[in-house]
């Protein structure tokens, strides 16, 4: 059996299943480092904290420790994630033709996929300023919202 202000280690499933606002049956400290010393070293460039080494889903876990009524929370989501975001988009953009094995092997998966979609971005506008791009397409986004328009004015 355990005290009133015993502290465990437990999954992130078994926290949510037991984690109640009005019974306060328990309260939730999220791991160190998503606490506010370890948030200070994360918020440096991208290209000397690896955060891989630290969590591979950094992010997704930190979403996830905002279901539970903890006063770190407005740091949790933002600090971090808009002070890296902002540099890895950067480098995203300004290393063409560039090795950038290193610095991706120190990124976090959500940081990755943002890395190669500025890549990808900015690949894709070299080739059509070559004219090698044969057209420019709509996203499916402003295609979907063209639809519903129409649809919306049929009603």
């Given amino acids: 059996s355990f005290t009133q202000g015993s502290k465990l ?14 019974r306060k049956i328990i309260s939730v400290e999220p791991p160190k480092i998503y606490k506010e010393a370890w948030r200070t070293v994360f918020s440096a460039d991208a290209n000397v904290v690896d955060l891989h080494k630290m969590g591979p889903y950094y992010y997704g876990f930190g979403s996830q420790l905002l279901n539970f009524d903890n006063p770190e929370n407005p740091e949790i989501a933002q600090t971090t994630f808009i002070n890296r975001f902002r540099r890895i988009m950067d480098s995203s953009q300004n290393a063409y033709n560039e090795d950038t094995s290193a610095l991706v092997a120190r990124l ?19 080739c059509w300023e070559k004219g090698q791009a044969s057209q420019i397409t709509a996203s499916s986004l402003v295609q979907n919202y063209g639809k519903r328009k129409f649809t919306d004015m049929d009603g």
């Fill in 9 to 22: 280690e437990i999954p992130l499933w078994l926290a949510k299943g037991l984690h109640d606002s009005k």
């Fill in 108 to 126: 976090d998966e959500l940081e990755r996929a943002l890395f190669q979609a500025g890549q990808k971005g900015l690949n894709d506008f070299q």
